[in-house]
């Protein structure tokens, strides 16, 4: 069932994910199609989540904007006391600008292993931090292994900060810890996006990638092929995973397998290899002190794909 509405304020709407923008151009979504989408998010009783470009809106539109209940999501350029999400892309930013912040960062895999001994800093001020591997689907096993030791060098960073007494929200190692199951993106179940051009998108990732593979638009509503592929229910290895803090993102998906509800070997083994982690978090916490008594311990397991229990 549907619960978020993203609307691409401009065709170079800041990426809080794993695609690019391809567009160099801008190009606001007009009034006339912001008024309906909005009016569509209300019809539906869907969560509006606004994605803003880095320069400021006219205020015509702005005064549209807060007509409803919504979040906004804007790059660190346009960061200003009306932002609910900042997205971070690369590792030039400031600290203290961040503090409080729920924070996006955007990164590459090479970029991470070089610079991931800065995120204690950003660990210890913002209210919560998700680093996005914008590469994920390139990391090799030489990479993986490199993963492995860079996230329990994040997981030592986590749990001192623990242990001084804060509860850092950080989505590679803290946010398995709270779920209790698969807690992922939802493009194509949950969220929609309604692009500049007034078309619906499984989300901003097909736009930018084909701005022809719309699912619907604004005067005819949604038409979405195969909907129930996009649903946990529909995806025969993510469902019985339990590394539920995984994306699974479903672009990547189709990128790398050509099936939306088939992860590739890369999103799985990066995900285990963070559950993994996040299980060495929990079993070292609970040896200093309690932590967490009513969540269930990690079980261990001996694979970091899936599909090597199939093959098997």
Same mark, same amino acid.
């Given at each position: 069932?549907?619960?978020?509405?993203?609307?691409?304020? %401009?065709?170079?709407?800041?990426?809080?994910?794993?695609?690019?923008?391809? #567009?160099?151009?801008?190009?606001?979504?007009?009034? %006339?199609?912001?008024?309906?989408?909005?009016?569509?998010?209300?019809?539906?009783?869907?969560?509006? =989540?606004?994605?803003?470009? %880095?320069?400021?809106?006219? =205020?015509?539109?702005?005064?549209?904007i807060d007509?409803? %209940?919504?979040?906004?999501?804007?790059?660190?350029?346009?960061?200003?006391?009306?932002?609910?999400?900042?997205?971070?892309?690369? +590792? #030039?930013?400031?600290?203290?600008?961040?503090?409080?912040?729920?924070?996006?960062?955007?990164?590459? +895999?090479?970029?991470?292993?070089?610079?991931?001994?800065?995120?204690?800093?950003?660990?210890?001020?913002?209210?919560?931090?998700?680093?996005?591997?914008?590469?994920?689907?390139?990391?090799?096993?030489?990479?993986?292994?490199?993963?492995?030791?860079?996230?329990?060098?994040?997981? #030592?960073?986590?749990?001192?900060?623990?242990?001084?007494?804060?509860?850092? =929200?950080?989505?590679?190692?803290?946010?398995?810890?709270?779920?209790?199951?698969?807690?992922?993106?939802?493009?194509?179940?949950?969220?929609?996006?309604?692009?500049?051009?007034?078309?619906?998108?499984?989300?901003?990732?097909?736009?930018?990638?084909?701005?022809?593979?719309?699912?619907?638009?604004?005067?005819?509503?949604?038409?979405?092929?195969?909907? =129930?592929?996009?649903?946990?229910?529909?995806?025969?290895?993510?469902?019985?995973?339990?590394?539920?803090?995984?994306?699974?993102?479903?672009?990547?998906?189709?990128?790398?397998t050509l099936?939306?509800?088939?992860?590739?070997?890369?999103q799985c083994?990066?995900?285990?290899?963070?559950?993994?982690?996040?299980?060495?978090?929990?079993?070292?916490?609970?040896?200093?002190?309690?932590?967490?008594?009513?969540?269930?311990?990690?079980?261990?397991?001996?694979?970091?794909?899936?599909?090597?229990?199939?093959?098997?």
């Open positions: 069932m549907l619960q978020y509405l993203v609307i691409l304020l %401009d065709d170079t709407s800041v990426s809080f994910c794993h695609y690019d923008v391809t #567009k160099p151009e801008r190009r606001l979504i007009s009034l %006339d199609d912001l008024r309906q989408g909005i009016r569509f998010g209300m019809m539906e009783n869907l969560m509006i =989540q606004f994605i803003y470009p %880095d320069y400021a809106l006219p =205020q015509e539109y702005l005064d549209v007509t409803i %209940d919504h979040s906004n999501i804007k790059p660190l350029s346009a960061l200003d006391c009306e932002t609910d999400i900042v997205v971070v892309d690369g +590792w #030039k930013y400031n600290v203290a600008k961040l503090n409080g912040a729920v924070v996006v960062l955007r990164t590459s +895999w090479n970029q991470l292993s070089k610079n991931h001994n800065n995120l204690k800093g950003l660990l210890n001020v913002v209210m919560r931090l998700s680093v996005v591997i914008t590469d994920v689907e390139r990391m090799t096993a030489s990479d993986h292994e490199q993963y492995k030791a860079v996230l329990e060098l994040l997981g #030592k960073d986590v749990e001192s900060i623990c242990l001084s007494g804060k509860s850092p =929200q950080f989505n590679l190692l803290t946010d398995r810890l709270m779920l209790t199951e698969m807690n992922n993106c939802g493009a194509g179940d949950m969220t929609i996006t309604l692009a500049p051009n007034g078309k619906f998108y499984i989300c901003p990732a097909f736009y930018y990638e084909n701005e022809a593979d719309s699912v619907g638009d604004l005067n005819n509503g949604l038409n979405i092929k195969n909907r =129930q592929l996009y649903s946990l229910d529909h995806a025969p290895i993510c469902r019985k995973c339990d590394a539920w803090q995984c994306r699974r993102c479903v672009w990547l998906n189709r990128k790398t099936e939306v509800n088939i992860p590739s070997r890369e083994v990066a995900a285990h290899l963070e559950r993994n982690t996040s299980r060495q978090l929990m079993l070292s916490l609970r040896s200093k002190g309690t932590f967490l008594p009513d969540i269930e311990e990690i079980k261990e397991i001996d694979y970091l794909d899936p599909f090597e229990i199939i093959r098997q």
